[in-house]
């Protein structure tokens, strides 16, 4: 168990859809991070919150959207699904911003049907 | 934006050969990571290097940072089923923005 607990740990849901994945971050981290990890392009970074702010996005879509409430969980939204977002998505921790490893949870695998 | 490459993307060995595995970035880092997830895990931190022409070491794991602080590689000595496995670097640059991954090397160890 790395402390960082990600639910639910398998979804399956239909195109058009929407879902909403959650993370609890390791306690004392006040930095979330979301990153997708396909076979193709490796773990892509969405984006980051730290201490209920965003402080950067990478490659995310306008159909995403996440969020950091004030107790520090985060969760990713995903929305108007396509089978292409098929993919495992990781949430990770981190003390601060930046200088220090990430602690990932465990993943959520979402398959688009 | 930042730009990691990660090479060889596979590599198969036998068991007490060595593996080695090559990270380049486009851009100079404040430091740089590596990972490693096994099979059906997660991604786990290894190690960090931050200085030029760091040199660290765990058990049979060797990390080095280049002098340019531009790339990186990870050498394992005599490889074990147990370091099967793909291994990421990730680099972070100027004003530690958030970690650049590279798109790993998968380590096939045989018996």
């Known amino acids: 168990d790395s402390g960082v607990t990600q639910t639910p740990k398998h979804l399956i849901t239909a195109t058009g859809q929407r879902v909403t994945l959650r993370c609890s971050p390791r306690s004392g981290d006040l930095s979330v991070y979301w990153y997708q990890q396909s076979l193709d392009q490796g773990l892509q970074f969405l984006i980051h919150y730290y201490n209920g702010e965003e402080r950067a996005k990478g490659n995310i879509l306008e159909r995403f959207s996440a969020q950091q409430f004030p107790d520090l969980h985060s969760e990713l939204n995903l929305s108007s699904l396509e089978l292409g977002d098929s993919a495992l998505y990781f949430c990770?921790?981190?003390?601060?911003?930046?200088?220090?490893?990430?602690?990932f949870g465990s993943g959520t695998r979402l398959t688009v049907v | 934006g930042q730009q990691v490459m990660q090479i060889p993307q596979y590599q198969h060995v036998q068991e007490g050969e060595d593996f080695t595995t090559y990270c380049n970035s486009s851009t100079t880092l404040s430091n740089i990571q590596w990972y490693k997830q096994r099979p059906g895990g997660h991604p786990v931190f290894l190690i960090q290097?931050?200085?030029?022409?760091e040199v660290k070491k765990q058990k049979r794991l060797t990390f080095q940072f280049g002098e340019a602080k531009k790339n990186s590689s990870l050498h394992i000595t005599a490889t074990q089923t147990t370091d099967v496995g793909t291994y990421f670097c990730a680099a972070q640059g100027a004003g530690y923005s958030t970690l650049t991954f590279g798109k790993g090397t998968m380590l096939l160890v045989s018996p």
């Open positions: 290097l931050v200085k030029s022409g």
């Open positions: 990770a921790s981190s003390v601060m911003t930046g200088g220090y490893g990430y602690t």
